[in-house]
């Protein structure tokens, strides 16, 4: 009996590992992963608020919409090169629609301010959605009407067709979480501190929310 039992178990175990191997032999679900860009003012701050979102896999803080090839922050700080800040969002769409992220958006900005947001003036910090395709373009231009109704005011953020992407300096990403020290105006502080004071000072969720109210989804983030 001892040897049968032994004997079942050997082979069991041997079923259960070629199961097992077998299972994990199989390809990955595929997933479904998209790109978008918007400008949103500070790329630190949409930065900050999308990579909260679930479903989004990275957020990539860089340049669009301008002229010149492979801009620097210096170059962009100009106002000359036709730059937004902007952000690249990666993300799975079998999780978060493109629509939704569009939602997220347009209530996480000032999409009535033409000049800029919020304490950032100038072309470099306006809003944009840019779209590659038609169903991205229509899916933009229902956002766009169905958060000017929520609101009761015009929109003024536009849809741009997408340009080449510029990945910003390393020093840029993630900045809203750095541990690296920077002089600021309050002193040296930590870049994540420097980021919480920066948005504070800048009157962001300030703004988001008198605008929004509880529909603005990171006032609070």
Same mark, same amino acid.
């Given at each position: 009996?001892?040897?049968?039992?032994?004997?079942?178990?050997?082979?069991?175990?041997?079923?259960?590992?070629?199961?097992?191997?077998?299972?994990?032999?199989?390809?990955?679900?595929?997933?479904?992963?998209?790109?978008?860009?918007?400008?949103?003012?500070?790329?630190?701050?949409?930065?900050?608020?999308?990579?909260?979102?679930?479903?989004?896999?990275?957020?990539?803080?860089?340049?669009?919409?301008?002229?010149?090839?492979?801009?620097?922050?210096?170059?962009?700080?100009?106002?000359?090169?036709?730059?937004?800040?902007?952000?690249?969002?990666?993300?799975?769409?079998?999780?978060?629609?493109?629509?939704?992220?569009?939602?997220?958006?347009?209530?996480?900005?000032?999409?009535?301010?033409?000049?800029?947001?919020?304490?950032?003036?100038?072309?470099?910090?306006?809003?944009?959605?840019?779209?590659?395709?038609?169903?991205?373009?229509?899916?933009?231009?229902? =956002?766009?009407?169905?958060?000017?109704?929520?609101?009761? +005011? !015009?929109?003024?953020?536009?849809?741009?067709? %997408? &340009? /080449? #992407?510029?990945?910003?300096?390393?020093?840029?990403?993630?900045?809203?979480?750095?541990?690296?020290?920077?002089?600021?105006?309050?002193?040296?502080?930590?870049?994540?501190?420097?980021? =919480?004071?920066?948005?504070?000072?800048?009157?962001?969720? +300030? !703004?988001?929310?008198?605008?929004?109210?509880? %529909? &603005? /989804? #990171?006032?609070?983030?």
């Amino acid at each position: 009996m001892f040897i049968k039992i032994e004997t079942f178990k050997t082979a069991a175990l041997a079923v259960a590992i070629f199961v097992g191997a077998a299972l994990t032999s199989q390809p990955a679900q595929a997933r479904d992963i998209q790109r978008m860009a918007v400008a949103g003012g500070c790329f630190w701050c949409v930065e900050s608020d999308f990579e909260s979102v679930r479903g989004v896999r990275e957020v990539v803080s860089g340049y669009t919409g301008g002229t010149l090839a492979n801009p620097t922050y210096d170059d962009v700080k100009t106002q000359r090169t036709g730059h937004y800040e902007a952000v690249e969002i990666t993300y799975d769409a079998d999780q978060i629609s493109y629509r939704q992220l569009l939602d997220l958006f347009l209530r996480s900005v000032d999409p009535t301010d033409a000049g800029g947001q919020f304490c950032d003036r100038g072309s470099s910090y306006r809003t944009a959605i840019f779209v590659s395709t038609q169903a991205q373009e229509a899916a933009a231009r229902a =956002a766009i009407a169905d958060a000017q109704s929520a609101l009761g +005011q !015009r929109i003024v953020t536009p849809i741009l067709a %997408a &340009a /080449p #992407f510029y990945e910003a300096e390393a020093y840029h990403q993630n900045y809203y979480r750095g541990t690296s020290v920077v002089l600021t105006r309050r002193g040296p502080k930590t870049q994540a501190n420097a980021y =919480a004071f920066y948005r504070e000072a800048c009157g962001r969720d +300030q !703004r988001v929310r008198q605008l929004w109210g509880d %529909a &603005a /989804p #990171f006032a609070r983030h």
